[in-house]
């Protein structure tokens, strides 16, 4: 007979258990639902609500139970549900009416509400120390290279000169921000909702504040329906990874066109690429390519989780069983990408004589040129007109900007000096922007110490 099997005649129909379970993915959370458990029973002694003894018994009957699902000794059944019935039947077969005491005040609604918050509290505290590993392997390629010039892409044509270390960096900061949502994420959720009940609290004399402070939580939440019915906090966490995928998908993007023969920029370690088993040439960079195509993974469990709760009813509903699988794969998805991406970054080569041969086109310059103008006294629109008009001449002339004479840009330029005839350094370009934020030598310089100071 189920543990709430009491007002029933008949269950336990095959394919109800099986349709009903949720074992199959919920096991994980058994560490948090014995801590709080074990705070809750504290509790129940505290308040004179169950005999410190039984209290006593029920704590060290759910260490060896925690002991016994360590070792994969507990046998999973679909007729227990979930893993809050498994832990409390086995503690009740051990302790008989002692271990029925342990549910006193206290609904799987308010405990499944702690117990993904307790467990998310675990995994975003490691998936956040996950973020600053990653951000301290780009760091580290970008510290190694602080010189290497590179051409940066708008509409994915060549833009302007950037230090590659400048694009490095970029991801430094779009991950700061991601470990940023995922700090936030977890500070919202820091609140105790055991005690909620049900949904509309409990008779009992318990200590909320008690049970909150065992568990580290900030507070306790101060709507019990609330409590037991919503997952903004589960829907926030799978967001703020979604736009983490998203931008590890776009440094993916990156590093398989570096990694092209058109590009050949990097190259990726041979761990980390696999080969065609027909083309006996290719070296494809799976790492990468699996990095964006999981990401459609952690879109999926945001659009899933919101979807499951758009129409609930207050309070709790048996739908949000369902909580726990897009959330679940968003915190493995984002653990895998955690695991593999930074060995790749620190393994790969850059081909540094390729992307500075890349980044002398003089056309890159051409922004230079007009800027040039502008402090001489012509306005931007002017400038910019007149470059193009350069552009124009070389191309029907067949040559490259930096191959005009001073005469034949004075043709469209007649502002120009003999200075005008050296802007097409890469190496000068990029030296002349040492704004803050820019890709100057000195600016980027100062980026990476400033990261290196706040990453140590
Ligand atoms: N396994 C359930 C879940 O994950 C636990 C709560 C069940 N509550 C209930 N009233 N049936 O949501």
């Known amino acids: 007979m189920a543990l709430w099997g009491g007002r029933f005649s008949e269950t336990g129909r095959a394919e109800l258990t099986e349709f009903s379970e949720s074992i199959s993915f919920d096991h994980r959370l058994y560490k948090h639902d014995i801590a709080g458990s074990k705070a809750h029973v504290t509790m129940l002694a505290a308040t004179g609500i169950i005999p410190q003894a039984t209290a006593g018994a029920i704590i060290s009957k759910l260490d060896e139970i925690k002991v016994m699902i360590d070792r994969g000794e507990m046998e999973f059944k679909f007729e227990l549900e979930d893993i ?27 405990q499944v509400a702690l117990d993904i918050r307790l467990y998310l509290r675990d995994e975003l505290d490691f998936l956040i120390d996950g973020i600053r590993n990653f951000q301290r392997a780009l760091l580290e390629l970008a510290a190694g290279n602080p010189r290497v010039i590179m051409p ?39 609140v105790m909702p055991l005690g909620s009940g049900a949904l509309a609290g409990s008779t009992l004399p318990i200590d909320r504040e008690l049970v909150c402070k065992l568990l580290n939580f900030d507070r306790v939440t101060t709507n019990s329906m609330d409590a037991v019915a919503d997952r903004d906090f589960a829907i926030e966490a799978a967001s703020a990874l979604a736009t983490f995928g998203m931008h590890v998908s776009r440094l993916s993007e990156d590093i398989i066109l570096w990694s092209s023969q058109e590009f050949g920029f990097i190259e990726l370690a041979d761990a980390f690429c696999t080969g065609s088993s027909l083309m006996p040439q290719k070296k494809n960079p799976d790492v990468a390519e699996l990095s964006r195509g999981k990401t459609a993974r952690l879109y999926g469990n945001l659009t899933a989780l919101l979807t499951l709760c758009k129409g609930l009813p207050l309070t709790y509903n048996r739908d949000l069983q369902e909580d726990k699988i897009p959330l679940f794969d968003s915190l493995d998805t984002a653990r895998a990408l955690l695991n ?56 029907e002339n067949n040559k490259a900007l930096n191959e005009v004479t001073l005469e034949e840009m004075q043709i469209t330029i007649p ?42």
């Open 152 to 190: 940066g892409f708008t509409h994915l044509q060549h833009a302007q000169v950037v230090l590659f270390a400048h694009h490095l960096l970029a991801y430094v900061e779009m991950l700061d921000r991601d470990a940023g949502r995922l700090a936030d994420c977890r500070k919202r959720l820091n």
């Open 340 to 395: 593999v991406y930074p060995p790749m970054i620190a393994t790969m080569s850059i081909n540094a004589d390729r992307m500075r041969a890349m980044a002398s086109d003089p056309a890159l310059m051409a922004t230079d040129v007009a800027e040039k103008l502008v402090e001489l006294g012509v306005p931007f629109r002017t400038a910019h007109h007149r470059v193009g008009s350069l552009v124009k001449y070389c191309r």
């Open 84 to 110: 809050h019935m498994h832990i409390e039947s086995t503690l009740i077969a051990a302790l008989g009416d002692e271990g029925a005491r342990l549910h006193s005040a206290r609904s799987r609604n308010d």
């Open 415 to 456: 502002e120009a000096t003999a200075e005008f005839l050296t802007l097409f350094d890469p190496e000068a370009s990029v030296s002349k922007r040492e704004l803050p934020g820019a890709t100057g030598y000195n600016a980027v310089a100062g980026q990476i110490a400033f990261w290196q100071n706040k990453l140590k």
